[in-house]
């Protein structure tokens, strides 16, 4: 086999790993630096309680968790945060709702209000309770994150820039920006500010 061959095909394979985007470039932490739906801003307005600091210039953006266990939350439009799972397959960024955690955030809700009756040690209020959870369970629906769910669900092409990742849907754009890479670039700002000062 000549060299040049040999050259080729490790140049192909160098520039398939390049362009190869996996779980890894989308596990972390990110600003939404812009998101549309059909062309128009969305509203991220979430009912959602979470608190973060975040850098100097971002203080006022919306933030999001891809985590490792393939879930994420997105911010509520107008609605608590949205529950999703996803996964990565042939550079695109598949979303849909994870119907398991919102029962669960429901479960957990409605068990934070029966300390009181457990301890009582009652066997009717405990009775009560259970009729009262299984009820309420089994009433609880997607119908409030109906608009999110269209907004955020989906098939999108991932296009993955160093710090910067952009998710394109057919109806949605969302511009993702890698929170420790900004963080990491405000304190080599500040030691820049520093050596000036100082030399």
Request: charged share 25%; net charge positive.
């Amino acid at each position: 086999m000549n060299r040049s061959l040999v050259f080729l095909i490790l140049m192909g394979m160098f520039l398939s790993r390049c362009n190869k985007i996996d779980e890894t470039d989308v596990v972390g932490e990110w600003i939404i630096n812009k998101a549309t739906f059909r062309g128009g801003n969305i509203t991220m307005a979430s009912k959602s309680i979470k608190f973060m600091m975040l850098p100097i210039g971002y203080e006022h953006k919306t933030t999001l968790t891809f985590n490792v266990d393939s879930t994420v939350d997105f911010p509520g439009i107008f609605t608590k945060d949205i529950p999703l799972k996803w996964t990565v397959k042939d550079k695109r960024l598949i979303l849909s709702f994870d119907s398991l955690k919102f029962k669960n955030d429901a479960l957990s809700q409605l068990d934070s209000l029966k300390t009181e009756s457990l301890l009582t040690h009652n066997s009717i209020l405990k009775t009560k309770y259970n009729f009262k959870r299984d009820s309420i369970l089994g009433t609880i629906n997607t119908q409030g994150f109906k608009t999110p769910l269209a907004v955020y669900s989906g098939t999108y092409t991932i296009e993955k820039v160093k710090e910067k990742m952009v998710l394109t849907s057919a109806t949605t754009r969302i511009e993702l920006l890698n929170l420790d890479d900004i963080l990491k670039m405000n304190i080599d700002g500040m030691f820049k500010n520093i050596n000036k000062i100082i030399y």
